[in-house]
């Protein structure tokens, strides 16, 4: 028999986050607990999306609570998932529990999550997001962001400004001497905010100014006019937005160089590691993006960074405070902060 308990925490974030589509101060997310009778207690994390099935904390619990009514079978992470995303289950939702269960089977069998998954440990660097702002903000940014040794080998910078291309290139003007001076990599995320005469212009632009890739150039939709700006490309092409599933990557494996994953997107590990196997058999590069999450799903997504190509899992790092705790930012890597750990290594504060 297996108890379980779910809540919803607020998160508040150091600074509020401005993408293409928006700007976010902080956000409340759902927590989901699920013990066994031996006193093995799994945790999983959901941080709600309109585009992940639950627009807001109050759907999110409504829909995790009916979960819970349907008595869903918790006996193996996999058959769960299958059934739930039969079902229609939101996936931010599926996530929290799919993430729980995980933790659960490898605390069962005291094992690190990676170790269970057959895994190698986690590694890479993560990138350190900067969301779109105006170039005196982004250089003052940087010099907070690096401030008391703090060092983050990567930093990803969010373009697709609604402004226009002008503003992002100024933005980015004003963060690549520093990166430069420092050795710092730059990745940029349009967040699906150009056309595609933008995205062919920037990634030109882009090519000549040390940028290792582009993600989501385009909207999601667009996928179709992905192979206008694959051809001939200056830069890797990563699709964020535009995977969900793994069932999608056929539809454009040859129009992009990569994937970023999400665990609120595919609703959690068992829907992470699928993408990743369809990914390598299209000879695909892979990267693990975050939504707005705590350690508890940043620490599962970590799990899984030993066969992933590119790291973006920093969402904690800019929460005042992180609700949960596992995780350390060690050389630019996020890692468990322990060798003694089973399951993915966060509990909550
Ligand atoms: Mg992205």
Redesign the pocket.
Known sequence: MYKTNIQSIYLEKRFPLRISRGVRAGSSNLFVEISDENGNTGIGEGAPGGSEGAADIESAMKIAQEHLSQNPDFSHPVSHYRASLNNGLAPCVLAAFDIALWDLLAKQAKLPLHRLLGLPAPHGITSMTIGIMTAEEARERVQILFENGRIYHALKIKLGNPEGIEADQQMYNAIYPFAKENNISLRV?A?GGWSVEDAKKMMSWLAERNCDYV??PLVEGDEHRLSEIFQNRPLPIYV??SCRFASQIKNYSDSVDGV?LKLMKCGGITGALEILNTARAHNLKTMI?CMSESSISIGAGAALTGIIDHI?LDSHLNLNPDVAEGLQLNNGMILPDSNNYSGHGSVLK
Do not use: A, C, L, T
């Open positions: 995320d967040n993600e989501q964020d937005e970023n993006g973006d």
